[in-house]
């Protein structure tokens, strides 16, 4: 009884899937048309919303695949390539204009370590890199791909006093003076972009350490310069 049974079930279940196939394979063209046209939009998003987010960060972003070639650039690194400052987009890759190419070479084999290293710039600096290998899911069509960081230590940050203002209560004339201070400018160097006296810029810094609960300019400079990374 046992047996029949199971037969039974086995049977009702075969017929269920092949019900299904049968549905499966006699969608109408306009029903799979919306499907297909539904993913597409799905991944269009995605990709989207994943460009936003990279163009929020003040840092140059860009992903290669193994041979350099760039897969997408956010807003910084974009500015930085077109700048062709030391880093230049030549036939779709990334290129030092002056550095060793065969170190980023080298660094786009690694798999399993992040490597740093310096990219001179046409005159005096260097950028700093980071690239780091990213872990791949079966469905993408890649056999490496790699995030490469790019910051400009000579660059100033975000020119937005606004933001300090707002998270540390300052007034106007405090919030200039602290963008200022973030750009590592002396005292003296402040009051003459200011154009006020050194002893107004020591009398807005005071009132910057105790709105920060910081001691020191050094200190108080840190501060600054990472809250300035939020800015958009």
């Known amino acids: 009884m046992k047996l029949e049974n199971l037969r039974e079930r ?5 017929g269920s899937f092949s019900s299904d196939y049968q549905h499966a394979v006699h969608l109408p063209f306009g029903a799979l048309e919306r499907i297909g046209s539904t993913m597409m939009s799905a991944l269009a998003t ?6 936003t987010a990279l163009d929020c960060m003040c840092f140059g972003v860009a992903l290669l695949d193994g041979d350099a070639r760039v897969l997408l650039l956010n807003r910084v690194a974009k500015q930085i390539l077109d700048d062709e400052d030391g880093l230049a987009l030549v036939g779709g890759r990334l290129t030092l204009m002056y550095g060793n190419n065969a170190h980023l070479a080298q660094s786009l084999e690694q798999q399993d370590i992040s490597r740093a290293f ?11 890199m980071l690239v780091a290998p990213l872990p791949l899911s079966s469905d993408v069509p890649l ?35 602290a963008w200022h201070i973030a750009c590592g400018y ?34 108080l400079a840190r501060l600054l310069n990472r809250t300035l990374r939020l800015a958009i």
């Open 46 to 51: 995605k990709v989207v919303l994943t460009s």
């Open 186 to 219: 002396t005292l003296v160097e402040c009051a003459e972009f200011l154009s006020v006296s050194v002893t107004t810029v020591k009398s807005h810094l005071r009132e910057l350490f105790a709105k920060t609960d910081t001691h020191r300019q050094a200190d």
């Open 118 to 128: 310096r990219a001179p710039k046409r005159k005096s600096g260097d950028y700093l």
């Open 143 to 177: 056999s490496k791909a790699h995030l490469v960081v790019i910051d400009d230590p000579a660059s100033d940050p975000p020119d937005n006093a606004d933001l300090l203002g707002e998270l540390y209560e300052l007034t106007p004339a405090q919030a200039r003076l």
């Open 10 to 14: 086995r049977e009702a279940s075969r």
